[in-house]
Nanobody, 121 residues
Framework: QVQLVESGGGLVQAGGSLRLSCAASGSIFRINTMGWYRQAPGKQRELVAAITNGGSTNYADSVKGRFTISRDNAKNTVYLQMNSLKPEDTAVYYC???????????????WGQGTQVTVSS
């Protein structure tokens, strides 16, 4: 079965940096768009950044200029470099990907388990 596993979350001081990683594993034929979402307590889950298999990117207005999404197709991994972190960035960050499994020729959407990011002031 296909699964996504995130890593790299933690506690950081305002103005600091963190790098999140998400690795896809299992019987995978192709990975299309990969992205990062976040959810703070009492708030809706929101898109942070996304990247297509062609390299096109989208960012939430609140993180433009501070966060950078990238991917390593050979490793089936997507990254989120987070710089100049603010307390309002505190949330659980979730990896998301559109994947075609090897045994079925259609796209399925997958979610990771989430990783906590806490930014202190």
């Amino acid at each position: 079965q296909v699964q996504l596993v995130e890593s790299g979350g933690g506690l950081v001081q305002a103005g600091g940096s963190l790098r999140l990683s998400c690795a896809a594993s299992g019987s995978i034929f192709r990975i299309n768009t990969m992205g990062w979402y976040r959810q703070a307590p009492g708030k809706q889950r929101e898109l942070v950044a996304a990247i297509t298999n062609g390299g096109s990117t989208n960012y939430a207005d609140s993180v433009k200029g501070r966060f950078t999404i990238s991917r390593d197709n050979a490793k089936n991994t997507v990254y989120l470099q987070m710089n100049s972190l603010k307390p309002e960035d505190t949330a659980v960050y979730y990896c998301n990907a559109d994947i075609v499994p090897s045994n079925w020729g259609r796209v399925y959407n997958y979610w990771g388990q989430g990783t906590q990011v806490t930014v202190s002031s």
